[in-house]
Every structure is written in C-alpha cells, then in structure tokens.
C-alpha cells in the first residue's frame, strides 16, 4: 500500500515551520546560505550549502560561544541581543574566513525588520570579510551599543574593525 506523499509534504507547511516558496528561490541562487534562527535565549547563525536540496552545515555559531570569548557572565540572559547578533555574526565570519564566493541571507520565518537582531548578524559578518549584499538602510546602528564589554569581547575574537 502507498502512502499519499502530498499529505506528507505538507505536514512542514501546516506546522509553519517551511516556506516552500521562499525556500525553492534560495535553493535557485547556489550559493551558501547565511541561516539566522532564533531560541529563547541564544541565536543560532550557521553557513549552510546545498547540493541537490540536501543541505550540508559548512560553519556554525550559537551566541553561547561568547561566554568563551569575554561575555559578562551577568549578562548571560542578553545573548539573543543586537549586541549578542552582531559580535556572533562576526565570530562566525572568522571561522569562516576561507569560504569563497558570495552568501546570501536566508532568515527563514522571521520577518524582515529595519534594524533588527537578524540584519546585526548580517552586519557582523560582513565586517568578518565574508561578501554578502545588504542594503546599508536597513542596518542597525551599531554605534549605540558599544561599550566596554562590547570591546572586549570584539577583541577576543578578533575583531579590528
């Protein structure tokens, strides 16, 4: 007996976890894909590359990480921050250095907002050396966020921007 596949295929869309669509265009493009997902308290950033739709995880960051690198142990409920996104974005762009060629953003199911966590990791990883296109508006101003943790941390991974 043959199960209906179609019922099967649909079951990641019910649950809204897929957007097929958005998914089929990204998959079209054969370049890397920059993959920012969001948990209740860290970021998970990863370079992922697809070769015939099964997807292969080349680099990978949980904001967890910047713990190691000087994070304020105080400070550890804000590693899902603009602050967090950034410095993981730009940790993950060093790991990342031998990469070649051009990655785009994939930001699955979260929305597009000016100036939010997603659009920071961007902005980290392009900072990192990493070519990704962007539009400058839409970035964050990391300016506000600095202080002194923010340096200290950024100097630890490496950061001389």
């Known amino acids: 007996m043959v199960k209906k596949q179609k019922k099967l295929d649909m079951r990641r869309r019910r649950e809204c976890k897929t957007n097929y ?22 970021l998970i950033i990863q370079i992922i590359d697809s070769k015939q739709a099964q997807d292969s995880v080349l680099f990978n960051v949980n904001t967890k990480e910047l713990l190691k690198h000087g994070w304020d142990e105080k400070k550890k409920g804000s590693l899902k921050s603009l602050k967090a996104g950034y410095l993981g974005g730009l940790l993950l762009g060093k790991k990342a250095k031998e990469l070649k060629g051009r990655i785009i953003l994939d930001s699955g199911l979260i929305p597009n907002t000016k100036g939010s966590r997603v659009y920071a990791v961007v902005k980290g990883v392009s900072d990192a050396g990493i070519e990704i296109a962007y539009d400058k508006k839409v970035m964050p101003d990391i300016e506000s966020i600095k202080d002194e943790n923010f340096e200290k941390v950024k100097q630890n991974i490496g950061g001389s921007k």
Do not use: F
């Not at 990204?26 to 209740?40: E, Q, Y």
């Open 21 to 42: 669509t958005k998914r089929m265009i990204l998959l079209k493009g054969r370049s890397p894909r920059l993959v920012v997902r969001k948990t209740n308290r860290y």
